[in-house]
């Protein structure tokens, strides 16, 4: 079965300074890969997502992960944080055919201080 | 286009009790999700639907969880009798199939006293 670590649980940047989260994740075969975000009493919504292609993911909100299959990892990057950027971010893992069956990591929880 | 709807945002019952939440997913949406999220956790899945038919709910504990989605459109999840460690926020998503991009409603959050 897949699994997603986010070593993470909380991490604070001041604004305007560039953003790193991690996500490792473990699956035999080539993963389907998310990252999400959950404001507070919000549902989470995508922020990009990877299948096959290149490594390099753009998303919404000036967001970006590159898929790195030797460390098995999908790291989220965003070069200038916006203090409305704060929120919870979540790694999902999906597997390829059949009906999509997507593991979530615990989150990382992004403070913003100004 | 409309987002996915639940109901009711909030719930707080004693255990025991019996207790129903509500999804409407996007329209033309075939393929429907129910997770638990606890507090600090991310969402479990526990139950997918294809259309009307189940696809897995291999997580749900089905001794007091249930979910019926009739018409392939919208869905209830159901708790009976619910305990104290089923406090968490119930998430509804729903998915165009074939699309993997799941869009999530605001979720229930449900208390458990």
């Known amino acids: 079965a897949q699994s997603v670590t986010q070593p993470d649980i909380h991490i604070t940047v001041s604004e305007g300074a560039s953003l790193e989260l991690r996500c490792n994740y473990s699956y035999g075969a080539t993963p389907y890969l998310f990252w999400y975000v959950q404001s507070p009493g919000q549902g989470l919504q995508l922020l990009l997502k990877y299948f096959s292609g290149d490594t390099l993911v753009q998303g919404i909100k000036g967001f970006e992960a590159e898929f790195k299959r030797s460390q098995s990892s999908f790291n989220l990057r965003k070069p200038s944080v916006h203090w409305s950027d704060a929120a919870e971010y979540f790694c999902?893992?999906?597997?390829?055919?059949?009906?999509?069956?997507?593991?979530f990591g615990i989150g990382t929880k992004l403070q913003v201080i100004p | 286009e409309a987002g996915v709807a639940q109901s009711p945002r909030y719930k707080i019952i004693e255990k025991r009790q019996s207790v129903a939440f509500w999804c409407n997913p996007i329209?033309?949406?075939?393929?429907l999700y129910w997770y638990q999220q606890i507090l600090g956790q991310g969402p479990k899945l526990l139950i997918q639907f294809q259309n009307n038919g189940v696809v897995d709910d291999s997580q749900l504990p089905k001794d007091r969880f249930s979910a019926e989605r009739l018409k392939g459109v919208d869905s209830t999840l159901k708790i009976q009798p619910a305990k104290l460690e089923d406090s968490a926020v119930y998430l509804c998503?729903?998915?165009?199939?074939?699309?993997?991009?799941?869009?999530f409603g605001p979720g229930t959050r449900l208390t458990v006293l």
């Open positions: 329209s033309g949406h075939a393929t």
């Open positions: 999902a893992v999906g597997v390829a055919g059949g009906y999509q069956k997507v593991t």
């Open positions: 998503a729903s998915e165009t199939s074939g699309t993997n991009e799941q869009f």
